[in-house]
């Protein structure tokens, strides 16, 4: 798994730019993703894939040290969808 900080230092050297420019455009646009997926808006990058949200309905779970019933609230999850380009990619042989 990459870190942050891996990942800052791959972008800027992939770019050819200052790792304090990198760290700022990711920010700016997982920032971004952030801001459209909250308004319900859909983020797609052609190739790569698309961000969007989901909602989670309220249900009872399980704890699993006691079994006993826990109401779950409802819920935004965040979804990423890989696009053709990208599934192809990862499934080159």
């Given at each position: 798994m ?5 990942l ?40 790569f ?35 053709s ?9």
């Amino acid at each position: 798994m990459a870190t942050k900080a891996e990942l800052i230092d791959a972008v800027a050297d992939t770019a050819g730019v200052s790792k304090a420019d990198a760290e700022r455009t990711l920010a700016a646009f997982f920032d971004y993703v952030v801001a459209e997926t909250k308004k319900g808006e859909k983020v797609a990058w052609a190739g790569f894939g698309s961000f969007s949200t989901t909602q989670r309905s309220a249900r009872t779970g399980r704890n699993p040290q006691t079994g006993a019933p826990v109401e779950i609230k409802a819920s935004t999850a965040m979804k990423f969808t890989a696009s053709s380009a990208l599934k192809s990619a990862l499934n080159e042989k």
